[in-house]
């Protein structure tokens, strides 16, 4: 569950391995970065909305792309509220 100014961002695994998740704002740029090494599953990552200087994003809608042991990837869309 994410609070005001939160966002979870959700993927499945049919694989273990290692996980990269990259969040977007709406031009493009890259804003914060999440690495993470699981077992096959479904996780979520919770994103306490900052940037990856330490402030606080915009509210708003972002993109977050994520890429698979397998090099797959897929983008989904979040949003920020405050």
Do not use: C
């Not at 077992?39 to 200087?53: A, E, F, H, Q, V």
Request: glycine share 16%.
């Amino acid at each position: 569950m994410a609070y005001p100014g939160q966002a979870v961002m959700s993927y499945s695994l049919g694989m273990g391995g290692y996980v990269v998740v990259r969040v977007y704002d709406l031009l493009g740029r890259l804003v914060r970065t999440f690495a993470e090494d699981h077992p096959s599953g479904t996780y979520g990552i919770l994103w306490d909305g900052r940037l990856g200087n330490g402030r606080r994003a915009p509210r708003g809608t972002y993109f977050y792309r994520v890429t698979l042991p397998d090099g797959k990837e897929t983008v989904r869309k979040t949003e920020i509220g405050q």
